[in-house]
């Protein structure tokens, strides 16, 4: 396999698992919360990895979507 084609297929796997991420998060939020206000939906869909890590821990503690965004 050439370089090339193995670097698009890292990125690839790296795409992927950040999407997983995202929406495993937005199934926790809104499970918790209820429905996500479009300003939520905003914030998980720009996030990065160690954004979606830091509130995935937050989702533990907190009491309202203000506390983990």
Known sequence: MSTLAQQFRQEGRQEGQLLGERLLLERQLTRKFGPLPEWARE?????????LE?????ILE????????
Do not use: T, Y
């Open 43 to 51: 914030k998980l869909a720009d996030a990065q990895a160690q954004d």
């Open 54 to 58: 830091k509130w995935g821990d937050a």
């Open 62 to 69: 907190a009491s309202s979507l203000e506390e983990i965004f």
